[in-house]
């Protein structure tokens, strides 16, 4: 059974660079057919999709976040990650990751809060 | 991207029916059979429900259906149960501005 769970920091200083692992477990990063995904939950809102990369490397993201965002596989540890750069408050939430197909997001990681503040 | 819409909340009665709906536009909704919907309960991670318009991954129970007709999709539950209590969230695959996903504001569901 496919897991993934989600690693960082917790608190992030204003204007500092996010950073996020999901490991993958119970499966290979690999496997064709399928991208992985971020998507985050500010504390009492909705989800927002941050971005996907695909098995061939390709990325796609929110233009919303664009301009400061990075998502990136490591295969020989079966784990892909989230840069997100020059944060501010409005970036603290439940940060999740996500195997995608179709696109649909199945299974999700447990989620990890982090808090941007000084 | 602008954010599908779904109604703030919705309630119903042990073994009733609810409907939520989620509104895009030509671009997600109406343009791709891509609606996925989510089941949230508090604290928790999302839980795939329904992807594709209307097709259930294994193990989701056969009372969640889904449907869509033009611009709007809906999630069905039949036969209410106070576990389905919750927050679920529509998403869609988008063509605007990039080829990515884009989800619905959430609707919270009360079993009176």
């Known amino acids: 059974q496919l897991q993934l769970q989600e690693s960082g920091s917790g608190l992030v200083k204003p204007s500092q660079t996010l950073s996020l692992t999901c490991a993958v477990s119970g499966g290979s990063i690999s496997s064709g057919g399928y991208s992985w995904s971020w998507i985050r939950q500010p504390p009492g809102k909705g989800l927002e999709w941050i971005g996907y990369i695909y098995h061939s490397g390709s990325t796609y993201y929110n233009p919303s976040l664009k301009s400061r965002v990075t998502i990136s596989v490591d295969r020989s540890k079966n784990q892909f990650s989230l840069k997100l750069s020059s944060v501010t408050a409005a970036d603290t939430a439940v940060y999740y990751c996500?195997?995608?197909?179709?696109?649909?997001?199945?299974?999700w990681g447990q989620g990890t809060l982090v808090t941007v503040s000084s | 991207q602008s954010a599908l819409t779904q109604p703030a909340s919705v309630s119903g009665s042990p073994g009733q029916s609810i409907t939520i709906s989620c509104t895009g536009t030509s671009s997600d909704v109406g343009g791709y059979n891509y609606v996925s919907w989510y089941q949230q309960h508090p604290g928790k991670a999302p839980k795939l429900m329904i992807y594709?318009?209307?097709n259930r991954p294994s193990g989701v129970s056969n009372r969640f259906s889904g449907s869509k007709s033009g611009n709007t999709a809906s999630l069905t539950i039949s036969g209410l149960q106070a576990e389905d209590e919750a927050d679920y969230y529509c998403?869609?695959?988008?063509?605007?501005?990039?080829?990515?996903?884009?989800f619905g504001g959430g609707t919270k569901l009360t079993v009176l």
């Open positions: 998403s869609s695959y988008t063509s605007s501005s990039t080829l990515g996903v884009v």
């Open positions: 996500a195997r995608a197909f179709s696109p649909a997001f199945d299974p």
């Open positions: 594709e318009v209307s």
